[in-house]
């Protein structure tokens, strides 16, 4: 079935650098989301971006989809200690209206 | 605060046991869905509802099961047919079963064997 597959699984930088994630699919989306999960608590939603987008911001999010390259980035600029979460991408593809997550990226935030 | 509560935060089965998740939700939504979490892996559908007294198998049906009898209350029975059901149940809302409706998440329900 459809999945993303996040890139890197785990990225730790420090305070006010920036971090990149990346996620790339297998076959024709209409939308991509991403999620901001703490540990042992539910998933937040980020932002939305439509097969017919190619960049959203929101806040220091910024978030961009190619989809010749069947991939997306999420842009997180001047991190913070309170970024340091696990971050999910999730797509619905064809008629199926059904969200499928990937596997998600740690990131950690030093101070 | 309009939200999603899921209860209780951690719960221990019994060889042999049903036990029952629950979800109530106060956002006014349609559609309700119950995901599980396995350490290291996305998040897997197990069973959804469009609406009351409604409700479709997703992609790990098997030793689940689910009610839908109000609207705000979506609850999951975890039962002796489901074999290997350590894991992290996340239940979440939408305002309608749409293909660009964000996901409201409740906090969880970690369930361990005993």
């Known amino acids: 079935s459809q999945q993303g597959e996040e890139d890197p699984q785990a990225l730790s930088i420090q305070e006010g650098e920036n971090a990149t994630m990346n996620c790339s699919y297998k076959?024709?989306?209409?939308?991509l989301q991403w999620y901001r999960q703490n540990s042992g608590r539910g998933l937040v939603h980020l932002i939305l971006i439509r097969s017919n987008e190619r960049e959203k911001h929101s806040g220091r999010l910024r978030v961009t989809l190619d989809t010749s390259k069947k991939s997306s980035s999420l842009l997180i600029t001047a991190s913070r200690a309170a970024d340091t979460a696990s971050y999910f991408c999730a797509m619905t593809t064809g008629a199926n209206s059904k969200l499928t997550f990937g596997k998600g990226i740690t990131l950690s935030v030093r101070p | 605060d309009g939200g999603i509560t899921q209860s209780p935060k951690y719960l221990f089965r019994k060889e042999g046991q049903n036990v029952t998740l629950s979800c109530e939700q106060n956002?006014?939504?349609?559609?309700m869905y119950w995901y599980r979490q396995d350490p290291g892996q996305g998040l897997r559908l197990i069973y959804y509802?469009?609406?009351?007294?409604?409700?479709q198998k997703g992609d790990i049906a098997e030793g689940y099961s689910v009610s839908r009898e109000k609207k705000e209350s979506f609850p999951l029975t975890v039962t002796s047919a489901q074999k290997n059901p350590t894991a992290f149940y996340l239940c979440?809302?939408?305002?309608?079963?749409?293909?660009?409706?964000?996901?409201?998440f409740g906090s969880g329900t970690q369930l361990s064997v005993l």
């Open positions: 979440a809302s939408t305002r309608q079963h749409r293909l660009d409706e964000k996901l409201f």
């Open positions: 509802s469009q609406i009351v007294n409604d409700f």
């Open positions: 076959t024709s989306i209409n939308n």
């Open positions: 956002l006014n939504h349609d559609a």
